[in-house]
């Protein structure tokens, strides 16, 4: 790498060290600009805002905020009470595909883990996550918080977590 502008020449000891510092400041400066982006979107979040990604079912996005979708909003509050009613997703997207019928081009059917993740997402009861910990948005929730929580809990009571056992016939397992 030579340089016509500044006076560092990489075929040279001190070019190669000038080169190195140079890489090593741009390492920096981009670190410095990834915290910064992720301690903002942290800060947004805190205070109740959408940040962007995939739009929850039930909503639509209108100059950055989560407006409710009416026809599926419908069907979130629906989701949460009928689940509550029979306590397992796939009863439930049996039911609701079964209700539904022949789906239209744009409609997914109904899977487990589809409603899964509608039950466990806290945005439906107007919170938003951060690191763990729920604040309230700027959003309005679809269904209401003791609806939201009783649902999640349920679900999650109802979650079987399997133990691996330790196999001495896989060298590599766990490493």
């Known amino acids: 790498f030579v340089s016509v502008t500044q ?22 400066e981009r670190e410095m600009i990834s915290e ?9 979040r805190r205070h109740g805002k959408w940040t962007g990604g995939a739009v929850p079912f ?7 905020k ?35 019928g022949e789906a239209t081009e744009g409609e997914k059917p109904w899977t487990k883990d589809r409603l899964s993740r509608i039950l466990k997402n806290p945005v439906y009861a107007g919170l938003v996550a951060v690191n763990g910990d729920l604040h309230e948005g700027e959003h309005q929730g679809l269904v209401e918080r003791p609806l939201f929580e009783k649902a999640r809990d349920r679900l999650l009571a109802r979650r079987t977590v399997y133990e691996r056992k330790h196999d001495p016939g896989y060298v590599l397992r766990s490493l």
């Open 7 to 28: 006076n560092f020449d990489t075929s040279t000891s001190m070019g190669r060290l000038v080169l190195n510092i140079l890489m090593s400041f741009a390492e920096f």
């Open 36 to 44: 910064r982006t992720r301690d903002k979107i942290v800060a947004s």
């Open 58 to 64: 039930g909503y639509r996005v209108v100059e950055k």
């Open 66 to 100: 989560l407006i409710p979708d009416v026809e599926s909003a419908d069907s979130v509050r629906r989701v949460f009470g009928l689940y509550l009613e029979l306590g397992s997703t796939s009863a439930l997207a049996f039911r609701l595909n079964r209700e539904r």
